[in-house]
C-alpha cells in the first residue's frame, strides 16, 4: 500500500484508511478537522490523538506543509507568496485582504493548479515558461491552509473567505484534482468555503465546461474572453484554435442555461485591443448571454511588448458596452507593485 497525501484526503476516506489499520473510526473525522480545519503543519501539533496512533497514522498518510520562498506586500494589502513543493518546483498564490471598512471581513485566496501552463496565452507570465506539472488536490488546498496559518499567527480568528482559481495554471486541464480541492474546501468540518465563493477561471477548454456544468453547477466561472474576433484571440489565447468563439459562446451559453448561472467574462485590456470597434464587436457577441464582463488592465510582462491602455480608453470601453445593456465592471487593481499577475514572481525568482 502506497502513501497517500493527507491533506487530499476526504473525511470518508479517512474514516477507511482508520479502518484498514485497525484504529477507531471516530479518528478519521479527528484527523480531517486538525488538517482541513485548523490548518496543522505537522503531526506534533495533533493533540488528541495518542502519539502510538499518530506513529501508525503516518505509516500510511504524508503530512507536509509548502516550504515558504518569499512573501511580499502590497500598499494595498494584498499579499503574494512564493511556495516550493516537495519536488522543488515554486507556485505562486495570491491574498487579497479586503479591509474591514471596505467589505465585511473579505479575504480571498488566489491558487495556482499547476506549475506552468501549456496554454502559452501571449500576456501571461506563466504560459511563457512552458507546462511542468499538475498539483495534487493535496498541493492546491495545501496553498490555502499554509496561508492560513501564516496568518492567524497574527490573527487567530483569521478565515478565507472566497477562492479564485486563477493563479499559475489551467484548472480545467486539471479537473480531477480541481474538483476534489473544491470539495475539500466546501467540506463543513474543513475550510466551509461556500460553492458559490469558489470561482474557476478558464481560457475555454469546452468539454471541460459542460462537464463541470454537470459535476458541480455550484461553483462560479470565469471565461478568459480577451477578444471578439477569433483571429485576434488565435494570437492572445492558443486555445482558441481547438475551441474558437462560436464553438466557446455556443458552450456558455449551455452552461447557463444548465446551471442557470452567469458567468464572468475576463477581458484584459492591453494599448491595441481597446479600441471602440472591438467593444462594439465584444457587445455583440455577448447579447443574449447571461454574463457579466470584468475588465483587466493587463498587467505587462517583460518580453511580451503588451503595454497598459490609458485608464480614458478603459472608461469608453466600458461606457460602449453598458451602452449596450451589457453588466460591466473593471477589476480593482490590487498588488501591481508587487508583479501580482500570474507567474510573474516565479518567473522573477528563477529568471
Ligand atoms: N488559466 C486560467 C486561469 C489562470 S489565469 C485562465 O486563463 O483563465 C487568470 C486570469 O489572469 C486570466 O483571465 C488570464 O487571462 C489573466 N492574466 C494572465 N496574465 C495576465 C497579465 N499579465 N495581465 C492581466 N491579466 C493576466
Ligand atoms: Fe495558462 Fe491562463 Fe496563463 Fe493562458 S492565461 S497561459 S491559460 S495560466
Same mark, same amino acid.
Given at each position: 500500500?502506497?502513501?497517500? #497525501? ?170 480531477? &484534482? ?44 470565469? $471565461? ?12 492572445? $489565447? ?11 459562446? #455556443?458552450?456558455?451559453? #449551455? ?16 494599448? #491595441? ?27 505587462? $510582462? ?24 451589457? &453588466? ?24
Amino acid at each position: 500500500m502506497g502513501i497517500i #497525501e493527507l491533506r487530499g484526503c476526504l473525511d470518508n476516506e479517512l474514516i477507511e484508511i482508520c479502518r484498514e489499520l485497525g484504529l477507531k473510526q471516530f479518528r478519521g473525522l479527528q484527523l480531517f478537522q486538525w488538517v482541513q480545519q485548523k490548518a496543522v503543519l505537522s503531526w506534533d501539533e495533533i493533540k488528541n490523538i495518542s502519539k502510538d496512533d499518530l506513529q501508525t497514522l503516518s505509516s500510511r498518510l504524508h503530512l507536509y506543509s509548502l516550504e515558504q520562498v518569499q512573501e511580499q506586500r502590497s500598499k494595498d494589502g494584498t499579499r503574494k507568496y512564493l511556495f516550493r513543493l516537495e519536488d522543488g518546483e515554486m507556485i505562486e498564490c495570491v491574498l487579497m485582504d479586503y479591509s474591514r471598512t471596505q467589505s465585511r471581513d473579505r479575504h480571498t485566496v488566489c491558487v495556482s493548479t499547476q506549475v506552468g501552463c501549456a496554454v502559452g496565452c501571449a500576456f501571461c507570465a506563466t504560459g511563457i515558461e512552458g507546462f511542468r506539472r499538475n498539483l495534487s488536490a493535496a498541493e492546491i488546498v495545501g496553498q490555502v491552509l499554509d496561508i492560513t496559518h501564516l496568518i492567524r499567527q497574527e490573527d487567530p480568528d483569521f478565515q478565507v473567505t472566497n477562492i479564485v482559481f486563477m493563479g499559475m495554471g489551467e484548472p480545467l486541464l486539471n479537473y480531477d &484534482s480541481v474538483l476534489k480541492a473544491i470539495k475539500l474546501l466546501n467540506h463543513e468540518q474543513g475550510q466551509a468555503i461556500g460553492m458559490r465563493r469558489m470561482t474557476i477561471s478558464t481560457c475555454g477548454v469546452v468539454p471541460r465546461m459542460l462537464q463541470l456544468a454537470k459535476d458541480n453547477p455550484q461553483v462560479g466561472l470565469a $471565461v478568459s474572453l480577451h477578444a471578439a474576433q477569433d483571429e485576434i484571440r488565435n494570437q492572445l $489565447v492558443p486555445m482558441n484554435r481547438r475551441y474558437p468563439l462560436a464553438l466557446l459562446m #455556443e458552450t456558455c451559453h #449551455e452552461y447557463s442555461r444548465m446551471t442557470h448561472r452567469r458567468i464572468t467574462f475576463e477581458v484584459a485590456l492591453t494599448a #491595441e485591443n481597446t479600441r471602440r470597434e472591438e467593444a462594439e464587436d465584444l457587445a455583440r457577441l455577448l447579447k443574449g448571454q447571461l454574463g457579466h464582463v470584468n475588465l483587466i488592465p493587463i498587467n505587462p $510582462v517583460e518580453g511580451t511588448g503588451m503595454k497598459r491602455p490609458d485608464p480614458e480608453k478603459i472608461k469608453r470601453f466600458a461606457q460602449v458596452l453598458e451602452n449596450a445593456g451589457i &453588466s460591466v465592471s473593471s477589476r480593482e487593481e490590487r498588488g501591481t507593485d508587487i508583479n501580482a499577475a500570474c507567474g510573474q514572481l516565479r518567473r522573477q525568482w528563477e529568471g
